[in-house]
């Protein structure tokens, strides 16, 4: 696992922008390149940047291919709170060259929810697998909305949210957690760790614990986050006010061991 410690949010955030740009760039197969991506307020950094270098022309979305990480049950694409509206608002709608048939976000409105995991994981796998999934993380650890107990070896399916992720993203259905949808579609942990590589950004005080347990943790269904473990291809990306919980050996180690790595 590479942990990448940046000053601060906007460092990180570059960090992380210019690393999967540098990613697509060098794609250099047939088949198109296929990004696994989150909502939250952790990845706004770094759709901002990407929208920055795409609209200067620096970087080409014409041959990428997109994935989401899940969506809640019972929201439309007009609903300002659901991931599609979201990723429209935040990424895609800026974008020049992203095609919107590339786009995939799992459907909340679905009528058979299983028939659409199971066909989202089939279409992951036609193109191939996920070349790079861009996560968050949750306060306790989850990643896209697996919460704690979820195998380590889920798959795409129905999620039910805990009455502590609900009071968290309350802050965004006026702050109240009974208006947070109880239940969301997710990718599973296991969907996530087959991608070649997986990047979890980790920023801000209230992340910290969270980024010990992924870091120094033990493997355990407690913190999903910390199935990277076992991950060939995990970096995390985080800024120092995140680093408040990690002993100061493992901080020393990775700020010695990236020192002069840029990407
Ligand atoms: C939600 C999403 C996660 C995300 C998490 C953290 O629970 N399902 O994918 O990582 O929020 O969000 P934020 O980045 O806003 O802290």
Not at 75 to 95: G, P, V
Not at 119 to 140: H, N, P, Q, T
Request: charged letters at 25%.
């Amino acid at each position: 696992m590479r942990v990448v410690i940046q000053d601060n949010y906007e460092k990180m955030s570059k960090w992380a922008a210019d690393y999967i740009a540098n990613k697509i760039r060098s794609h250099k197969e047939d088949r198109p390149f296929v990004l696994g991506l989150p909502t939250g307020s952790s990845p706004i950094g770094v759709y901002q940047e990407l929208v920055r270098q795409n609209q200067a022309g620096e970087l080409s979305f014409a041959n990428v291919v997109t994935f989401n990480m899940d969506e809640y049950v019972g929201l439309d694409h007009d609903h300002d709170q659901s991931y599609w509206y979201f990723m429209h608002d935040n990424f895609f709608n800026h974008l020049v060259d992203m095609k919107p048939e590339n786009i995939n976000i799992l459907n909340g409105m679905a009528t058979d929810p299983e028939a659409e995991c199971a066909a989202y994981e089939e279409k992951i796998a036609s193109y191939g697998g996920i070349d790079l999934f861009m996560g968050g993380i949750g306060v306790d650890g989850h990643i896209a909305f697996n919460e704690p107990y979820t195998s380590l070896n889920s798959r795409t399916g129905l999620r039910k949210l805990t009455t502590d992720t609900r009071i968290v993203n309350s802050r965004f259905f006026g702050n109240d957690p009974e208006k947070v949808p109880a239940m969301a579609l997710s990718v599973g942990v296991g969907t996530v760790c087959d991608a070649k590589e997986v990047m979890i950004l980790i920023n801000g005080h209230n992340k910290a614990r969270a980024l010990a347990k992924t870091v120094e943790g033990d493997v355990s269904h407690k913190w999903t986050c910390s199935a990277l473990q076992l991950h060939n291809g995990a970096i995390i990306a985080c800024d120092e006010e995140a680093c408040g919980e990690l002993t100061v050996d493992t901080y020393k180690y990775f700020l010695d061991i990236e020192r002069d790595q840029r990407l």
